[in-house]
């Protein structure tokens, strides 16, 4: 994605926010924040087009993205930047705290940082002031921690374009990265890039653009602070350890030690420079050779958490996982009928040219009100679906919606209408507080709704944002399994949802998957490789994941067969 785009998008959603905070009309803060989406997700870059043409961009949002173009900030932005203090605005990044609580914060207990929010709330400065209550103290507390560990660890779409960046500006002979992010982590602490190349290649890493700060600059290692804050190692190593290095920094730690036991049960021992028997080295080059020569399968690095897959190994037990190839559709996508920025058919362009065999639109449904969702408008697009077929002989249109779940438990529209589509996804979008027993009851509801056929991104996680909910989640499963209902797993990369550890609990209660991409642009279709990770890291095979399922198989699931 063009960097140009995503710095005037971050602008112009800062300003938005700013908008918000000094009581903005709320219509005009979306139609900002709108637009904001549509220049991040456009496939063109901005500053070598007219911005005019990306969609919902007028004139007065053009005129401020031509003057960020020119000089990096706009006039209304750096005026509010100047009403608002810095210290409301960083406020205001704590999950759960509102515009006029940081106002109030600032003004008449001069807290001005998540930090300062913290020390007061501890040491009881904020105890008995009226609207903070003990559980809201208690909730601000935890967004302040929330926060911090965000400040550490970014979700994996943020550290895949990065590395791969890295990985492109740098000549070397072989290059990839290891660590967790090779093991396809939905977090990342920091970026493992392993190079066979001359030294050169540490001068040339130290110049790049995207390094904000040297930390560490060695012969072997160097590794640098980049401009995101996040920090990449970078590891020169010699061409017959290639193997053992991604081995062993690939990971994790509790691998390795398994794996180590396994050499030195006979006689051998494993380090990052090769599998050695006294002097001689016995493997070195290739990761599949230091494998083989202990006796076990290849692992692929998702399974690398020592959960069982050395034991496996051992046995050549282990299971033929789902690839990004498997994949014939993706049922769960938005279009700018609601907040998706692309057109239907602009979607559905881009859904073919990835060779899918079937493709469903799931636009929000009505009780999602900022959406302005009507059936009218849902049945007007179903038609332009089934126009749009014509052109499509290879690939299946499913016209699909995304409900909302009550807090009951119920969905949008009464089923005389939700039997009218393809595919039911239904998601959580508010009520995120319920206790753990009215969610749980409240998922085993749609679950047992004969219409609904996918629980989309179950625990309605954002990562570094919210919190998933609380649910009993074996009772849920048991629910799905017994109701034939998919959970999703969403493959938006701050979403992630569901986590790999709960993917592979439900499994074991005999769940189907869908891999959704939740795209909302058209780059995001390409999110589906982060939801393979998850599903990878949870064991599952093609057929536990319904969208690799052939047409009539899916067809038959979804009971429109
Ligand atoms: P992260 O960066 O927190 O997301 O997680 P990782 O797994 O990338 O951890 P990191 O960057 O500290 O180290 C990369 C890999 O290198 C790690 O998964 C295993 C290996 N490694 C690093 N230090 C050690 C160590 O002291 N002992 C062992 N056995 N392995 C290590
Ligand atoms: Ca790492
Ligand atoms: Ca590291
Ligand atoms: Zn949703």
Redesign the pocket.
């Known amino acids: 994605m063009a960097r140009a785009n995503e710095e005037a998008a971050a602008a112009l959603q800062e300003y938005a926010e700013l908008f918000a905070l000094t009581g903005g009309d709320a219509f005009r803060v979306r139609s900002y924040q709108k637009a904001a989406k549509a220049i991040a997700g456009f496939p063109e870059d901005i500053s070598t087009v007219d911005v005019r043409s990306v969609p919902g961009v007028g004139e007065a949002i053009a005129l401020k993205m031509e003057e960020f173009l020119e000089r990096g900030s706009f006039r209304q932005l750096d005026a509010l930047r100047e009403k608002v203090p810095a210290g409301v605005r960083s406020l205001t990044k704590v999950p759960s705290l509102g515009p006029k609580t940081a106002i109030m914060l600032f003004e008449e207990f001069g807290i001005d940082s998540p930090a300062a929010l913290a020390e007061a709330i501890t040491s009881g400065r904020l105890d008995g002031v009226r609207g903070l209550g003990a559980k809201t103290l208690a909730n601000l507390l935890k967004g302040v921690e929330q926060l911090e560990q965000a400040g550490r ?1 970014v979700h994996i779409g943020i550290a895949m374009a990065l590395a791969e960046q890295v990985m492109s500006s740098l000549s070397a002979e072989r290059i990839a990265y ?4 090779r ?1 396809m ?1 939905d ?4 970026i ?1 890039i392993l190079a066979v190349a001359p030294d050169e290649i540490m001068a040339e890493f130290r110049a790049q653009p995207y390094v904000a700060e040297v930390i560490a600059a060695g012969e072997k290692k160097t590794s640098v602070r980049t401009t995101t804050g996040l920090q990449v190692d970078l590891r020169v190593v010699p061409a017959a350890s290639w193997g053992a290095a991604m081995q ?6 509790e691998h ?2 398994t794996v180590r036991e396994i050499a030195v049960k006979k006689g051998w021992k494993l380090s990052e420079y090769g599998l050695f028997e006294g002097e001689r080295l016995i493997a070195g080059a290739e990761e599949e050779e230091i494998y083989a020569a202990l006796g076990m399968q290849w692992v692929p690095p998702p399974l690398r958490e020592d959960g069982g897959e050395v034991q496996a190994a051992l046995r050549g037990e282990l299971p033929e996982l789902v690839v990004l190839e498997d994949l014939r559709g993706d049922l769960h996508t938005h279009t700018n009928l609601t907040d998706g920025v692309a057109s239907l058919e602009d979607m559905v362009a881009a859904a073919h040219a990835r060779g899918y065999e079937y493709y469903a639109v799931t636009d929000h449904a009505p009780d999602l009100v900022m959406q302005r969702m009507t059936l009218d408008k849902a049945l007007e697009q179903r038609e332009r679906l089934a126009e749009l077929q014509a052109d499509y002989p290879g690939m299946r249109l499913l016209h699909g919606t995304e409900l909302n779940i009550a807090p009951d438990g119920s969905v949008d529209w009464p089923a005389e209408v939700l039997e009218g589509f393809d595919v039911c996804v239904a998601s959580v979008h508010s009520h995120f507080g319920q206790s753990r027993e009215e969610m749980t009851r409240r998922f085993i509801a749609a679950c047992e709704n004969p219409h609904v056929h996918i629980i989309g991104h179950p625990t309605t996680r954002k990562i570094g944002k919210r919190e998933g909910v609380d649910a009993d989640w074996d009772a849920v499963f048991r629910a799905a399994a017994r109701t034939g209902t998919a959970l999703e797993i969403d493959a938006y990369p701050d979403r992630s949802d569901l986590p790999s550890d709960l993917v592979r609990r439900a499994r074991h209660h005999g769940v189907k998957f869908s891999i959704d991409s939740d795209s909302h642009a058209v780059p995001h279709l390409a999110h589906q490789r982060y939801g393979i990770g998850i599903a990878q890291r949870a064991w599952l095979t093609a057929d536990d994941v319904i969208n690799t399922w052939p047409l009539e198989r899916l067809l038959a699931f979804l009971k429109r067969a």
Do not use: H, M, Q
């Not at 290891?178 to 992010?181: D, K």
């Not at 977090?187 to 920091?190: A, L, S, V």
């Open positions: 660890r290891a660590g967790s992010l093991r982590k977090t990342i602490g920091d493992d062993y920094f690939t990971g994790s730690k390795n030690v």
